[in-house]
T-cell receptor
Framework: AQSVTQLGSHVSVSEGALVLLRCNYSSSVPPYLFWYVQYPNQGLQLLLKYTSAATLVKGINGFEAEFKKSETSFHLTKPSAHMSDAAEYFCAVIMGSGNTGKLIFGQGTTLQVKP | DAGVTQSPTHLIKTRGQQVTLRCSPKSGHDTVSWYQQALGQGPQFIFQYYEEEERQRGNFPDRFSGHQFPNYSSELNVNALLLGDSALYLC?????????????FGPGTRLLVL
């Protein structure tokens, strides 16, 4: 069975500091992996996705993530945090083959950016 | 190009009532998925519709049902509401059933059951 674990329900960084949000997955087949962001009182917006092409994936707003099969990880990073990055971030997985598009989400990580 | 739209934005119901939520997919999309997001949790998959049929269902009781119309819009119905059904209900659309096509989410309908 597939699952996603996001380590750290709350991460706080200073403006300009590195952002690192951790995600580990469990999947019996090659996964497709996603990071979504949710701003208060809004739906989810896709930041980036991994679909078995390049292991380093670049997304919107300066975010990127690296797929590491040996570590079953897909951590999200951004070199320099902006105040506007404060939001809830969700990692999600879809089974790689024969899947039906059912996204399985982690519990989410709240990113706080301090001035 | 309008994205995914959902109505209503907010809804208050009492226990035992029934509710219908609506979703219009992004233009060109034919697949609609519904998710329930309880406060402080990640979204949970309810079911997915493609070609007016339910393609896959998550671990939700039969009180949760849905429908997809020929224009690809969709409804989520919940009968016999429980307090625990209070949540943000998200609709997502994509361009094909299955695969890694990006799912685009609407703003959600926030349901409060009293």
């Amino acid at each position: 069975a597939q699952s996603v674990t996001q380590l750290g329900s709350h991460v706080s960084v200073s403006e300009g500091a590195l952002v690192l949000l951790r995600c580990n997955y469990s999947s019996s087949v090659p996964p497709y992996l996603f990071w979504y962001v949710q701003y208060p009182n809004q739906g989810l917006q896709l930041l980036l996705k991994y679909t078995s092409a390049a292991t380093l994936v670049k997304g919107i707003n300066g975010f990127e993530a690296e797929f590491k099969k040996s570590e079953t990880s897909f951590h999200l990073t951004k070199p320099s945090a902006h105040m506007s990055d404060a939001a809830e971030y969700f990692c999600a997985v879809i089974m790689g083959s024969g899947n039906t598009g059912k996204l399985i989400f982690g519990q989410g990580t709240t990113l706080q950016v301090k001035p | 190009d309008a994205g995914v739209t959902q109505s209503p934005t907010h809804l208050i119901k009492t226990r035992g009532q029934q509710v219908t939520l609506r979703c219009s997919p992004k233009s060109g999309h034919d697949t609609v998925s519904w998710y329930q997001q309880a406060l402080g949790q990640g979204p949970q998959f309810i079911f997915q519709y493609y070609e007016e049929e339910e393609r896959q269902r998550g671990n939700f009781p039969d009180r949760f049902s849905g429908h997809q119309f020929p224009n690809y819009s969709s409804e989520l119905n919940v009968n016999a509401l429980l307090l625990g059904d209070s949540a943000l209900y998200l609709c997502a659309s994509s361009s094909q059933a299955g695969g890694a096509e990006t799912q685009y989410f609407g703003p959600g309908t926030r349901l409060l059951v009293l």
